[in-house]
């Protein structure tokens, strides 16, 4: 699984770095997006929805979530 650490950045760069990983997530390989700025989350849902990845948010400490985002089978 490809790890994205975007602690500390603000939209839209984890969304830009989310998208070099198309190739990836597509071959069916599992991307892990580490984020503490909340406008991500909601950007993340809505390029995954339109792309057809799966995305699974989890706030691992207050503030801090960490996404799953992997293609559909």
């Known amino acids: 699984m490809k790890r994205i650490d975007c602690l500390g950045e603000i939209c839209p760069?984890?969304?830009l770095l989310l998208q070099k990983e198309y190739d990836a997530l597509?071959?069916?390989e599992s991307v892990l997006l580490v984020?503490?700025?909340?406008?991500?989350l909601s950007a993340v849902g809505v390029y995954c929805d339109a792309q057809g990845f799966r995305y699974s948010p989890n706030e691992v400490i207050p503030g801090v979530w960490e996404i799953t985002i992997t293609a559909k089978q």
């Open 13 to 15: 760069y984890p969304m």
């Open 26 to 28: 597509c071959s069916g």
């Open 35 to 40: 984020t503490d700025h909340h406008c991500t």
